[in-house]
């Protein structure tokens, strides 16, 4: 999982509640990403950030939110606004757009 | 519409014996094609990747992969299969539209291999 660490592994959320992932990365990236893995639907983007102080949707960022205030850190909020949250979420950077994409170990939300 | 394809949701080896896992894309302009490998509950690991050049790519723990323009495919080869090779692989490809870069997986393919 190289130098990108995701916390916490397993999260439990409440319907109605707002939860950060948090993705760290030290390999200098300048390009971040977040993904949801469902089963037998592959990848698929929430959004992702090429440089700090910017970050853009990508197919699926209703209900999601992020924030790219420092080089290393990629932090994800899930709101209540997404209905149907459970899943694996995937956190990746690259040393810039077109290369080869690191990843983090996932964080597995599940709503009760 | 661009995509990958990945025909095989599931491909069985025997050890020791070759294995193919098979991707095809439709993308704008020349392609740039990955392969990942995912073990469970784990993140993906990138294995290699053809960008240009010559058309079989060396990867990590000996896997390779064939580029055929002809074809649109980017099939993940290795010539003899161990146990340890069981996992759910990923092809990728850059889709470039204007105004709007990303990665698109395909929908991966699980490999198990006998002992």
């Known amino acids: 999982d190289g130098g990108i660490t995701q916390s916490p592994k397993y999260l439990f959320r409440k319907e109605g509640q707002n939860v950060t992932l948090s993705c760290e990365q030290n390999l200098n990236h300048d390009a971040m990403y977040w993904y949801r893995q469902d089963p037998g639907q592959g990848l698929r983007l929430i959004y992702y950030?090429?440089?700090?102080?910017?970050?853009q949707k990508g197919d699926i960022a209703e209900g999601y939110s992020v924030s790219r205030e420092k080089k290393e850190s990629f932090p994800l909020t899930v709101t209540s606004a997404q209905k149907n949250p459970t899943a694996f979420y995937l956190c990746?950077?690259?040393?810039?757009?077109?290369?080869?994409?690191?990843f983090g170990p996932g964080t597995r939300l599940t709503v009760l | 519409a661009q995509s990958v394809a990945q025909p095989e949701d599931q491909v069985n080896v025997a050890e020791g014996n070759p294995l193919t896992v098979k991707c095809t894309y439709s993308v704008s302009g020349n392609p740039y094609l990955f392969w990942y490998v995912q073990y469970p509950n784990r993140g993906l690991q990138f294995l290699l990747k053809y960008i240009t050049g010559d058309n079989l790519v060396k990867g990590s723990y000996g896997f390779e992969a064939e580029f055929n323009k002809s074809q649109t495919s980017f099939h993940l080869k290795k010539p003899s299969a161990l146990v340890s090779d069981s996992a759910l692989y990923f092809c990728a490809a850059w889709l470039m539209n204007t105004g709007f870069q990303k990665l698109v997986f395909g929908t991966g393919t699980r490999l198990l291999v006998s002992p």
């Open positions: 990746a950077s690259s040393p810039r757009m077109y290369n080869e994409q690191f």
């Open positions: 950030s090429q440089i700090v102080n910017d970050f």
